[in-house]
């Protein structure tokens, strides 16, 4: 079975601190795919990144970084120098790549106060 | 280019009428997601079409949902009868293909009273 776990249900951080959001997922799988995405206040969701099971490269989006490693089934996401614009719910998403649904998880609401 | 385009944004309504979600997916994408979100129970995929056929509509609640993709540019999710448990903010999404990133229209928050 799929499945996604963020454990975070919510955090609060003070401007410019970083802060690390935590996606721990279960699948039997050998190629999937994760996805992180973003919902903020005005409700849109919006897409961050996707990674596939095989490409376990760290990656850096400007203050976003992603942090993913199949020997703790973990994909994690960091921001780093918060902003309150980040203040969003995070989802963490699972699919496998023989189909099936986007399994998304809980999600994380952040807020970032100034 | 333009997004998922979602109508109407906002539907209030009475129990028992029907309610109909429209939702143009973009163009060139071959699969087409309908979702749900609300507190109690988060994101939940309802129904996804590909190429406008209905491929997996085990999250339909019950009968008294139903989806269509008469085209490629356009679907529909009608509710009837509606029900007060029906409210919640629906999401229609897109994708190239199913494993490509969904891109999700605005939602139309719906509250049956």
């Known amino acids: 079975a799929q499945k996604v776990t963020q454990a975070q249900t919510e955090i609060s951080v003070v401007e410019k601190e970083d802060v690390t959001l935590d996606c721990v997922y279960e699948?039997?799988?050998?190629?999937?795919?994760l996805f992180w995405y973003k919902q903020p206040p005005s409700g849109e969701l919006v897409f961050l990144i996707r990674r596939n099971s095989f490409d376990e490269q760290n990656e850096i989006s400007g203050r976003y970084s992603w942090n993913f490693q199949k020997s703790t089934s973990s994909f994690n996401f960091t921001i780093t120098a918060s902003q309150v614009v980040d203040s969003a719910v995070y989802f963490c998403?699972?699919?496998?790549?023989?189909?099936?649904?986007?399994?998304f998880g809980q999600g994380t609401e952040l807020s970032v106060k100034p | 280019d333009a997004g998922v385009i979602q109508s109407p944004r906002h539907e209030v309504t009475e129990m028992g009428q029907e309610v109909t979600l429209r939702c143009k997916p973009i163009?060139?994408?071959?699969?087409l997601f309908w979702y749900r979100q609300t507190m109690m129970r988060g994101l939940e995929l309802l129904i996804y079409?590909?190429?406008?056929?209905?491929?997996?509509d085990s999250g339909m609640p019950e009968d008294r949902f139903s989806a269509k993709m008469p085209n490629a540019s356009f679907s529909t999710l009608k509710i009837q009868p509606s029900e007060p448990r029906d409210s919640a903010v629906y999401f229609c999404a897109s994708s190239p293909l199913l494993v490509q990133p969904q891109h999700f229209g605005d939602g139309t928050r719906l509250s049956i009273l």
């Open positions: 079409f590909n190429n406008n056929v209905p491929i997996d």
């Open positions: 163009s060139g994408h071959d699969y």
């Open positions: 998403a699972l699919i496998y790549n023989q189909g099936g649904k986007l399994i």
């Open positions: 699948t039997r799988d050998t190629t999937y795919y």
